[in-house]
Structure formats: structure tokens, C-alpha cells
């Protein structure tokens, strides 16, 4: 991660490989003012992808002027933003994910106030408190969260095999809240919501260090079903 940018990069021992610099033109993508995009916080990495938080506006002075901020999602092996809200202040705290997949910041607009000094036309009015990005599409959720705990009972080996367990009990635990709310939202039937519910609460039942393969077999099959689209 530099000021502007963010990269991922392969530890080598000895040396590293860059596998890819983030692609962050889906931000602000209908703006006609944004001609630039800035990495505007430390990024977070989560189970399925990298929260991060983008702004948009130009450069003056080789210093980067956001008019408006957002966050967004990218995709851990291509670096390409999955998803992208704007928001409504930036932050230079840190970028908290919370159990139902929502996003927080707390609006410190150090960089802002400048750039509203400077293009107040351009920029959108300086406010304060507390920024939350809640999910709108929980039955999305539920995949990812499946998915995800899939594939680290999968990678799991033995030294780490009783950490990994509690990372997928949390994942699971995430995808049957959002399960809960998907139904309630009318994203999944009664029947899908059901059937979600059963299969993840016997696999949670069943899970331990010493079956993660099995879990691991289990979680396969429904992020798969999930993928599809579970109606």
C-alpha cells in the first residue's frame, strides 16, 4: 500500500513478485468531476476480498484532493474492485468490518477541508460522526460467508487446524444471521432459507479441528448451490 495506491505483493524469501496493482476506475465511475482515484485508508483484508477506501478528485500540488469518498470491495487475486458505495465523509482511523458484513469509518476529513477551501463547487459539504455501509444484499452475503469457510477448511493443515476451525465456525455463524435477514428482505424463499439453515447449523454441529475435511466436503457443495443461485 502506498498513498495512493494499492498492491499486492508475493513474499519470495529474498525478494518479492507484485501480482497486482489495484484497479479502482469502478469508483465514482458516473462522476464527470473525479479524474482521479486515491486509496484513501489502510485497507482491511477480510475472508472474501479487501475492504478499502476510495477517493475520488484530482491532484494539486502532487497532493492528492479528494471531492467525495466511498468504499468498496476488491477481489483478492485480481485486484479489481467487486463493489463500490459512496459514502459520506473520509476517515484516517481504520476501516472496522462488522459481524452482519457492514462497513464503519469515523468521519476525520483532514484531507476534505482542503479540498472544499479549494473547489467548494466541486466538493460536498464537510460533516462528522460516524459512517455505516450496511449490506443490502444478505443472500450475497450468505455465499460469500459460505464460501469463504469453505475454502479455508479446505487449506486447513495441522498446525493450524484448531485456529482455522473458529474462523470457519465465524464465517458460518455470519452466513446463518444473514441467512435470517436474506428471508426477511424476501432475497430467499422460505424453503432456500430452510434448507440453508439446516445444512449450515449440522455442519457447525459437527465442526472441529479433526473434520475439517469433512467440513470442508459439506461447505463445497453448498457454496457451489449457492454460486448457482440458491432459487
Known sequence: MTREDIFRVTDLGTSGRLEWAADLSLAFADDP??????????PTITANGVAVSVGGGTTFLDRELFYSIGVGLLDRETGVLRSFAEGREESIAVTSVAADGGLYTAASPVRRVST?????DRTAPITGGISRYRPVRNDLLVRDAV?????RAAASTEPSAAVDARHVDTLLAQAEGAVARALGDGDLSPESAEALGTGLSTIRA???????????????????????GCD
Open 116 to 120: 472544499r477551501a479549494l473547489f467548494p
Open 206 to 228: 459437527e465442526l472441529g479441528a479433526a473434520t475439517l475435511d469433512a467440513s470442508a466436503t459439506a461447505l463445497d457443495g453448498l457454496c457451489q448451490r449457492l454460486a448457482r
Open 147 to 151: 464460501c469463504a469457510a469453505q475454502a
Open 33 to 42: 468531476n473525479v479524474e482521479q482515484r486515491f486509496n484513501a485508508l489502510t
